[in-house]
């Protein structure tokens, strides 16, 4: 368990830089302390189903809490949206060529990129703080 | 008519309810709130620092010394008296709520057997 640890707390830490600038500067080591702890303990208690639950919570947090940040920052939201814009046209693409999609399919990716868009601008326009939950 | 305030986030009142308990460093706070809320609230670290910066902001907790003898590199947390009165206007809110359920006779309002 002490290498896997070892590196999921490499991991960990190297995932904070997608957390808000200000979380992360004022208790990035504590959040990497907190979760090598959480990890112990839930080895120690449960095995690998234990240490699945820590990481599958850790990930959503990402999802929850560091991803909408990134977005609403246009620094990072507009690229992001558009490699996610071209991501999503490529495997149309594909897909296309292997006559896997049928027509309406095709305006999902496009109507989904195009919402996110509007709703980053919108965020970044009006200076809106990322929701964060407490 | 007095306007009730909204009621806590449900990851800022565990941390505070665990801070009534005495201070504690933040994997005692994280450990003690899933432990109140009975595993209902997973609780993980970014979580857990997200809601303690926005306690410490508004005054209701705050950074103290810890005991003799801890380790240095943890940080220790409290709770301030106004986050004591908030704490007991959430459980007043709650007490009210299961009141005024069981008064409509709520069925999710009677005890599980």
Redesign the interface.
């Known amino acids: 368990m002490t290498r896997f640890a070892d590196l999921s707390i490499r991991v960990y830490a190297a995932a904070l830089p997608l957390?808000p600038p200000?979380?992360r500067r004022?208790?990035g080591v504590?959040?990497?302390?907190?979760?090598a702890?959480?990890l112990e303990e839930a080895w120690r208690s449960a095995g690998l189903a234990g240490v699945i639950r820590?990481w599958s919570?850790?990930g959503?947090?990402?999802v929850?809490?560091?991803l909408p940040g990134l977005v609403t920052n246009p620094a990072i939201g507009v690229p992001l949206l558009s490699f996610v814009q071209s991501v999503g046209a490529l495997t149309t693409e594909v897909l296309l060529s292997h006559g896997r999609l049928s027509a309406p399919v095709l305006l999902l990716p496009g109507l989904a990129a195009a919402l996110t868009s509007i709703a980053a601008v919108r965020a970044g326009k009006l200076g809106l703080p990322v929701p964060?939950?407490? | 008519m007095e306007q009730s305030k909204p009621p806590l986030p449900p990851a800022a009142f565990l941390i505070l309810f665990a801070l009534a308990g005495g201070d504690k460093h933040g994997y005692a706070i994280m450990r003690e709130a899933r432990k109140l809320s009975d595993g209902g609230l997973n609780i993980g670290p970014a979580t857990l620092y997200t809601s303690i910066q926005r306690l410490l902001e508004s005054g209701w907790i705050e950074e103290v010394a810890g005991p003799n003898g801890s380790d240095s590199r943890r940080r220790y947390y409290g709770i301030t008296r106004p986050g004591d009165s908030a704490l007991s206007g959430e459980l007043k809110r709650m007490e009210t709520m299961v009141k005024k359920s069981k008064a409509m006779r709520l069925r999710s309002a009677e005890p599980v057997s």
């Open positions: 957390y200000e979380l004022d208790f504590e959040m990497t302390a907190v979760f702890e959480d820590v919570r850790a959503w947090e990402v929850r809490i560091a964060l939950e407490l």
